[in-house]
């Protein structure tokens, strides 16, 4: 085993495709279904939203998809990131267990986001289009598609959750910088947002009615499309370059992995860096992977499989996912990209078929956690990797109190330059949990159908 505490990948050795599961998942996947008809979806019924590419992706049952040359050269601003061995966090713990993560902050806006957004500039770009829309919760999507847009020469308009709007204005400030339009969510330039507003004048807002407003706005013009940051099975494909160069470096590294975790809010990160390892999963390798998730929006832990909107007014598809329901508007917590009400189809097959787990932790807990990181190893995480964070601490101290030495990797998604605002009210003591009642679950799924 070797001593190394960065773990580096030539240029060379980046890889050149993308992994999609559907082609070796056992059971087929339940497919999305057209919110008039109710049938099956049809690639032309996606067609005034997304580029035919994306589309032909979002279908295809193809194992490998190549990376194009143009998508590539951007990516390698900053790919291949590092696997990173968190020595000191390893003695801090005074754990037996080895522990590594991969390092996605190291990207042009401080997060995994890019590696999607880059690829959607590039196939909108490719096939005509002149503008994009998108909606943002932390404001990590929306800063990479900014960043993307203006490589590629496309205008670019962002729905930002209000509360996060106004509780990260760098991000914001990130996405303008970038040229982006930046629009607090639910604004009174949509006919959803007007609606919301009508209903719930202060509402602070949730990825679902961003969703919504943007939806709404690239299908009024012709020349604009949408672009989302997780949850589609396109956008999972494209992160999985995570995982696959994961799976390269841990062979540097001479370990195989017990237990693989990232945080979970609709999938793409989560299921970037772990579908790889899944695919080996169910080829018969033994190993954990672990769904990290806030406890004020427990979706994959307490949410129901369901065909269910993936925004808050009912424009999109029917999707087949775990949901808290499409009304469901989650606690102002700071890991903004987690608070979202669906899973990913792709995840949340996987979860039934018994080849993930996931967990729910609490805000402060996961904080915490990201306080101790922080100060030994030198990275501020973001609130969203907090969770992947304090999930891995656990798995740490499990392995303390079993005499366990096994391998605990897990994605760092991004940093949390940016998000000093949420270390200040834990540091004050005033960052609340945010944990979702009974009552309010039970409400937020009767509308959704069950699978």
């Known amino acids: ?47 005034p939203l997304f580029p035919q590419a994306l589309i032909e992706q979002e279908m295809s049952q193809e194992r490998w998809i190549s990376i194009p040359g143009e998508v590539v050269d951007i990516y390698r601003l900053w790919r291949p990131a590092p696997l990173i061995r968190a020595r000191a966090l390893e003695k801090a713990l005074d754990t037996p267990a080895r522990i590594y993560f991969k390092y996605e902050g190291v990207s042009p ?36 598609l900014a960043f993307a847009c203006n490589h ?48 719930t004048p202060d509402s602070p807002g949730s990825l679902g009615i961003a969703i919504s407003e943007a939806v709404e706005m690239a299908v009024k013009d012709e020349h604009t499309k949408y672009s989302l940051g997780s949850v589609l099975n396109f956008v999972v494909l494209h992160q999985t370059i995570i995982g696959l160069e994961t799976e390269k470096q841990l062979a540097l590294a001479g ?34 992977i672990v769904a990290v998730e806030p406890a004020a929006c427990p979706t994959l832990t307490r949410g129901v499989f369901a065909y269910d909107f993936g925004d808050a007014i009912g424009m999109t598809p029917l999707m087949p996912m775990h949901t808290l329901g499409h009304d469901f508007i989650p606690s102002p917590i700071h890991a903004g990209g987690l608070r979202y009400h669906g899973a990913a189809p792709i995840i949340s097959h996987a979860l039934n078929q018994n080849l993930i787990e996931a967990v729910a932790l609490k805000q402060n807990d996961c904080f915490a956690s990201a306080a101790l990181f922080a100060k030994v190893q030198g990275i501020i995480p973001a609130p969203e990797s907090t969770h992947a964070v304090h999930g891995a601490m656990r798995e740490a101290l499990r392995c303390r109190e079993e005499g366990k030495s096994e391998v605990i990797v897990f994605n760092l998604s991004g940093h949390g330059h940016l998000d000093m605002s949420a270390y200040d009210a834990f540091l004050q003591g005033k960052l609340g949990d945010g944990e979702m009642s009974d009552a309010e679950l039970q409400k937020n799924l009767a509308a959704v159908r069950k699978i």
């Open 109 to 144: 806006t401080g997060s995994h986001k890019p590696n999607s957004a880059v690829a959607q500039a590039y196939y909108n770009k490719k096939e005509g289009v002149r503008r994009i829309t998108t909606e943002t919760g932390a404001g990590q999507w929306g800063s990479s």
């Open 152 to 199: 590629f020469g496309l205008e670019c308009l962002i729905y930002m959750v209000k509360v996060s709007y106004n509780q990260k204005p760098y991000r914001k400030n990130m996405m303008e910088l970038f040229g982006a339009r930046v629009v607090a969510s639910p604004s009174t330039e949509t006919d959803a947002g007007r609606k919301i507003l009508s209903e």
């Open 1 to 47: 085993m070797s001593e190394r505490l960065f773990y580096h990948l030539d240029e060379s050795e980046m890889p050149d495709a993308w992994y999609n599961i559907q082609a070796d998942f056992t059971d087929p996947m339940h497919p999305p279904l057209h919110p008039g008809t109710g049938q099956p979806i049809a690639a032309a019924d996606m067609g």
């Open 255 to 288: 370990e195989k992995p017990d237990v693989l975790l990232a945080s979970f809010g609709g999938g793409s990160n989560f299921g970037g860096f772990v579908l790889p390892f899944v695919n080996r999963k169910i080829k018969g390798e033994s190993m954990r």
